[in-house]
């Protein structure tokens, strides 16, 4: 479903393939945080995972815009977290 809702409205994954969830009782890690972003913004931003969890289960996500291009296609980007 969500690869074909990404392919619908011509959506890109930030994600790198890092984990961004650790589960406390079983120290099992998964990828379920996705950074979705527009196919034309994809390379105007950089994805990582920060490293301190802050008593969370969840990763913090950083998306850090490194072009000028960013501020003329999207002046304040929103970051949504599932």
């Avoid at 890109?12 to 379920?32: F, W």
């Avoid at 995972?49 to 996500?61: A, L, N, R």
């Avoid at 998306?63 to 949504?80: D, E, F, K, L, M």
Wanted: with cysteine; net charge negative.
């Amino acid at each position: 479903m969500v690869e074909d809702l990404l392919l619908k409205h011509n959506l890109s994954v930030l994600n790198d393939g890092s984990y961004t969830c650790l589960h406390p009782a079983t120290g099992s890690a998964s990828a379920i945080d996705l950074s979705i972003a527009t196919s034309f913004l994809y390379l105007d931003f950089s994805w990582q995972v920060i490293t301190d969890q802050h008593g969370s289960e969840h990763f913090p996500v950083g998306i850090q815009g490194h072009s000028s291009a960013t501020s003329v296609h999207n002046p304040t980007p929103a970051v949504y977290r599932s």
